[in-house]
């Protein structure tokens, strides 16, 4: 009986007790809220598939389920379920998978007496409980086991010796539990392992037969793929058998307490990897010079380190790199114009380094959505042209629908918000947006920013910014930038956040930023400023302290009370001539970016990539249109 997705509701009707002959049930995907399932489960002795997750049912498991003796599948996950899981189920000898994640179940975990012979147990899920104590040790009891998934409850203590004994397991996930201890080496032959967001301190050493293992030989049970470490509190170095993980493609051990340097043998993992994330910890020394045959690295995240010196030459190898973050760290360099090359770099977070001189580039970063060179020691003029030929943020994205990719099929809406990343993981970031500094745990598809603060830049602020009306966040501030606001801001129609305090610009403040109406966060502070200031609701809504240290400005009564303001100024008057000949110089550029090659700009949208996730719904809230 399959009665899935059909919006049924109330509880389950206790008449199911007299279908004692019925071998599959379905109830997936309704409304259900409750019903008598201790008086229900026991009586259905032939069931092989009972199938009741994405439902509301509030209730307890029967305290005796060993009488369902043919159940092979037994499917609860996304409900309300209270209370402990039964030892009985687990002495079920038919049962192959148990999925009972996103419920409320609790205390410790027990399965019983259950025989190790008899157990055909292969996929054990009850991630995201309110489970507590240890991992039981008697878990090794289902040899069989492929799959177990702990992760979002309580779990305590080190990860139980016994579990070598699983030979069949091939992905574990314990993380965002309180495990800590050592991570014992025979995880090491899994293919999958997540254990992030515990208080794990050490790895243990994987050494066969008294040396280093090679975890791409037959030495061990498969080929370890993807690793998740992050966020624990590891001592210590890089462990140098990483470098034997040759089949490796994400590797994660951001957040910890790790030092010493980046080893060059890592060359030999890099080669499979697409993504590698070190992000805070103490690392230092070189980026060492590994990445010639790193053509699938699609995400290198090294931020937040102690690392020194210049970028290796062979990054220009990732062809495939499309994220790319060495904020905070101690790089002395130049700007690397040559990244330009790069035709799928996305972000490119350079931030909080040592990097110095001039950042112009001839080509342009076509496919850039976000930048962050700030806090370094840049300097020059910045061309009126520079922006030219940034052309993915002036262009729009599009959601993916369900007919487009397969992947979305198995989820659970119809529309699903997308972020940058993969499948099994997800990009991050953390940038000052809107004047605070902001962690991103995921990045919209859409935001696009721009943050060149905190630098030595002189001269104009280029008006072809203008041409990036994709634009959601700018920043310009603390830099030496003199001459007008551009009127061609008021071109980005989606901007939010404006930052230009801290420069020395003169004149008005253009009247056309008056129509910026998703702008919510403004900055025009300490600079030269003159004239009225624009008349809008954006405008009215900010600081007082967004318009101080302008001594020329006035019409801020609305905004920050009865002040003294001076008089009106001749040079009032010049401003619409003025973004009129702005105006005619930004339709020149489009022209002469829609001539920079129509090849290229076909390639960027028909190659153009989105990854989603559908996690963190609350993001894109952040970056909603009210």
């Given amino acids: 009986m399959n009665l899935g997705s059909n919006n049924l509701s109330g509880n389950i009707p206790s008449s199911f007790a007299n ?88 205390g410790p975990l027990e399965f019983g007496n259950t025989s190790s012979s008899s157990s055909k147990l292969e996929w054990l899920e009850l991630s995201s409980n309110n489970f507590y104590g240890t991992i039981p040790e008697d878990i090794s009891r289902f040899l069989k086991l492929g799959y177990l998934y702990l992760s979002n409850n309580s779990f305590i203590g ?171 760290n101690k790089f002395k360099d130049t700007f690397p114009s040559w990244l330009s090359s790069l035709g799928s770099l996305s972000v490119l977070f350079l931030a909080s380094n040592a990097f110095y001189g001039p950042i112009s580039s001839d080509v342009g970063f076509s496919s850039l959505q976000l930048i962050d060179i700030s806090h370094n020691s840049f300097n020059g003029t910045l061309p009126q042209d520079y922006f030219v030929n940034w052309l ?16 979305h099929n198995l989820q659970e809406n119809s529309t699903y918000l997308q972020y940058m990343g993969g499948i099994n993981y997800e990009d991050s970031m953390d940038m000052m947006y809107k004047g605070v500094d902001t962690k991103f745990p995921l990045i919209f598809v859409g935001f696009k920013s721009i943050d060149f603060s905190g630098n030595n830049f002189t001269g104009q602020i280029p008006k072809s910014i203008g041409l990036l009306n994709e634009l959601i966040h700018v920043n310009f501030s603390r830099n030496a930038f003199t001459g007008s606001i551009p009127s061609s801001l008021a071109n980005i129609s989606h901007l939010e956040a404006l930052d230009l305090s801290h420069n020395k610009l003169t004149g008005n403040i253009p009247h056309d930023l008056a129509r910026l109406s998703f702008v919510s966060y403004l900055d025009f502070s300490h600079n030269h400023l003159q004239g009225p200031v624009p008349r809008s609701t954006q405008f009215l809504s900010q600081k007082c302290s967004s318009f101080e240290d302008n001594l020329g400005l006035y019409g801020l009564e609305g905004i920050c009370g009865p002040i003294h303001v001076p008089h ?49 719904i609350w993001f894109m809230e952040k970056f909603g249109r009210n």
């Fill in 568 to 616: 009106p100024t001749s040079g009032d008057s010049q401003q619409s001539e003025e973004f009129s000949s702005e105006s005619e110089e930004v339709l020149n550029w489009i022209a002469a970016a829609i001539a920079f090659g129509p090849g290229v700009f076909c390639g960027l949208v028909i190659g153009y990539i989105f990854f989603t996730s559908h996690k963190y």
């Fill in 158 to 328: 080190e990860i139980p010796g016994s579990m070598s004994k699983l030979v069949s397991l091939y992905s574990i996930d314990l993380s965002y539990n309180k495990l800590e201890g050592q991570i014992p080496s025979f995880l090491w032959r899994l293919s999958t392992l997540r254990l992030s967001h515990n208080s794990f301190s050490s790895l243990e050493e994987v050494v066969v037969n008294g040396s280093d293992s090679d975890l791409g030989s037959n030495s061990i049970h498969r080929p370890t793929s993807y690793v998740d470490i992050g966020s624990n509190s590891l001592q210590g170095s890089l462990p140098r058998w990483i470098c034997k993980c040759t089949s490796l493609k994400v590797l994660d051990l951001s957040k910890n307490h790790l030092f010493g340097s980046i080893p060059s043998c890592l060359m030999n993992s890099i080669a499979s990897l697409g993504y590698i994330s070190l992000r805070n910890n103490n690392l230092s020394g070189f980026l060492p010079d590994i990445f010639t045959n790193a053509t699938d690295l699609r995400s290198v995240d090294v931020s937040r380190n102690q690392l020194v010196g210049k970028l290796p030459e062979s990054l220009i190898k990732c062809k495939s790199m499309e994220y790319l973050n060495l904020k905070g």
């Fill in 19 to 106: 279908l004692n002959k019925l071998s599959y049930l379905s109830l997936s995907r309704n409304q259900f809220s409750g019903g008598d399932l201790p008086l229900i489960l026991p009586n259905l002795t032939s069931l092989s598939y009972l199938a009741l997750s994405h439902n509301h049912i509030k209730s307890k498991l029967p305290s005796n389920m060993s009488g369902l003796h043919n159940l092979e599948l037994f499917e609860a996950s996304r409900n309300s379920f209270v209370g402990n899981v039964p030892t009985s189920l687990f002495r079920i000898p038919s049962l192959q998978y148990v999925y009972l994640s996103e419920n409320q179940f609790e």
């Fill in 392 to 407: 993915e943020m002036s262009s729009g994205w599009r959601a993916i629908n369900d007919s487009e990719w397969s992947f």
